[in-house]
């Protein structure tokens, strides 16, 4: 869980870290254009058929019956598949640049800049892709120490390169060449790190039965995605729409605060699935349900302090990070935390549940109820109220698509959310002030930029750590539950 945890967080710690760079050294105008590229590049890698999001399964199933014939078409099969897909969006980009970019509030000067990022829009999505088949791979046959390692260093290089070689003016397309090279670091690293596992013989590409079953396997998955793109990165592409490119810039400097933050607690998953979904085939439903009351009742009052304590202390460590002339990303950060920590702790556990007892189709609903809610909401308020607008209307999407999902798991097996601890007010109120005195305290030092953004992060261990002590004992009991639990067919 450590190297996997290392070789997702690299990424997003490098971008943090590069972020204030980049803005001081391009200007926030040209940010702007280099984050509505990045979120082009978001929405085309989810949008891949569910290739991606399968690949790790498949590569799994191969794996564990040393078929590394198979593994070997599955590559050769997928990058197939990405290259023609990166060559279909380069020629839409050739033909339909000029018209997407005078559609978008892009300032004149930077006109020209932004359609040649469109041209190598297409080689950069199949190296994205590629690179995420060779991480798909090293996952699937638990090689995260290797992963941890070629991530890592991917990162590092990128970050010192873009840290020496940009220097402002249009070197928007030296970034892009720079970001290639990443994937391609992690694409060449991965796969020379998982060569072992891969064996390359005729028939190159997987036979007519096994496409069929990957098909099958990645339009479901596909569906799955979609939902994400459409309450993630069409925020930025309805503000960008509908507001100066500049605000693309803002909104993605919190959008990447509030993810950094969310992201945390989600480590904990691959055990977690992993446990339930062992004590599901041992003993049923009735164990899988005694097994989520008992890791609910410390995932629900733990995540909530959590989301409190970090919903505080982000508006003013992204001040910190970014400086006074960002504020308003701090509040988009805000925002986004307050529907993302609700998310996480009520559907956290009962996603682990879902997924175990072999119903994903519970996920696939209350992902859809957040995205139709989120839709509606999202231009109305965004003529309203701005980038706030959107970010308020994705975050009140997800909150009731969350409580769809408790709806829908009480009416299958009775799950039911243990009362808070009567500790947990007091505990989370002392560490919600303790992180929000100590953010004004290292706010008011005038300092900004990566480092003080580390400072900024001690008083929220210091609130954390203070809710946990006060907190330990009733997070450490084990709940009641009942031990026949009647079960609902899903519809």
Same mark, same amino acid.
């Given at each position: ?30 940010? =702007? ?37 198979? &593994? ?11 290259? *023609? ?23 004149? #000067?930077?006109?020209?800049? *932004?359609?040649?990022?469109? /041209? ?70 991965? $796969? ?12 190159? /590409?997987? @036979? !007519?039965?096994?496409? #069929? ?11 799955? =995605? ?24 803002? $909104? ?9 933050? #969310? ?34 009742? #410390? ?24 400086? !006074? ?19 996480? *702790? ?31 909401? &999202? ?17 009140? =999407? ?37 992180? =929000?005195?100590? @953010? ?10 990566? /480092? ?24 450490? @009991? ?10 609902? @067919?899903?519809?």
């Amino acid at each position: 869980m450590g190297f996997s945890a290392l070789a997702q967080s690299a990424p997003l710690l490098t971008n943090l870290a590069l972020t204030p760079v980049l803005i001081h050294r391009l200007g926030l105008d040209r940010f =702007g254009v280099w984050s509505l590229i990045l979120v082009f590049l978001a929405t085309l890698t989810v949008l891949d058929g569910g290739v991606g999001a399968s690949l790790a399964r498949f590569y799994a199933y191969h794996g564990a019956r040393g078929d590394r014939d198979g &593994t070997g078409r599955l590559v050769v099969g997928s990058v197939a598949v990405f290259l *023609a897909l990166g060559a279909l969006v380069t020629g839409l980009c050739a033909l339909l640049g000029p018209v997407v970019v005078s559609a978008l509030d892009v300032p004149p #000067r930077l006109t020209e800049e *932004a359609e040649q990022l469109l /041209l190598i829009l297409g080689p950069l999505l199949t190296l994205a892709l590629v690179s995420n088949s060779a991480i798909a791979l090293l996952q699937a046959n638990a090689r995260f120490r290797s992963l941890a390692s070629v991530s890592a260093g991917s990162c590092l290089t990128y970050a010192v390169a873009v840290v020496v070689l940009v220097d402002g003016g249009q070197d928007l397309l030296l970034l892009a060449v720079l970001t290639t090279m990443r994937y391609a670091l992690v694409t060449v690293g991965g $796969f020379c790190a998982g060569a072992r596992h891969i064996r390359i013989r005729r028939p190159l /590409l997987p @036979e !007519p039965a096994e496409r #069929r079953d990957f098909i099958g396997y990645a339009s479901r998955m596909q569906l799955s =995605g979609f939902t994400v793109f459409l309450n993630g990165e069409i925020d930025a592409l309805v503000i960008a729409a509908l507001l100066p490119v500049r605000y693309v810039g803002i $909104f993605a400097a919190g959008y990447q605060a509030a993810t950094a933050l #969310r992201s945390l607690p989600l480590y904990a998953f691959p055990p977690i699935l992993t446990r339930m979904t062992h004590v599901y085939a041992a003993g049923g439903l009735a164990g899988a349900v005694r097994e989520f009351h008992v890791l609910q009742a #410390r995932w629900l009052p733990a995540v909530l302090t959590y989301g409190a304590v970090t919903t505080t202390a982000v508006g003013p460590a992204v001040v910190v990070w970014l400086g !006074p002339d960002l504020a308003l990303s701090g509040a988009v950060a805000a925002v986004l935390l307050a529907g993302y920590a609700v998310q996480v *702790a009520f559907t956290g556990m009962r996603t682990c549940f879902v997924r175990a007892i072999g119903r994903p189709g519970l996920e696939t609903r209350y992902s859809w109820c957040s995205t139709v809610v989120n839709l509606a909401l &999202t231009v109305p308020l965004t003529l309203l109220f701005g980038v706030i607008g959107v970010v308020v209307a994705t975050s009140i =999407g997800i909150v009731a698509g969350s409580l769809y999902l408790v709806v829908l798991c009480r009416r299958l097996a009775r799950l039911r959310d243990r009362r808070l601890p009567r500790r947990w007010v007091p505990a989370t109120a002392s560490a919600v002030l303790t992180a =929000g005195v100590g @953010e004004l305290l290292v706010l008011r030092l005038g300092w900004h930029g990566a /480092l003080p953004l580390l400072l900024a992060g001690l008083p929220v261990l210091a609130g954390l750590g203070i809710a946990w002590s006060l907190m330990a004992r009733a997070l450490t @009991e084990a709940p009641h539950t009942p031990e026949r639990v009647p079960v609902k @067919e899903e519809a």
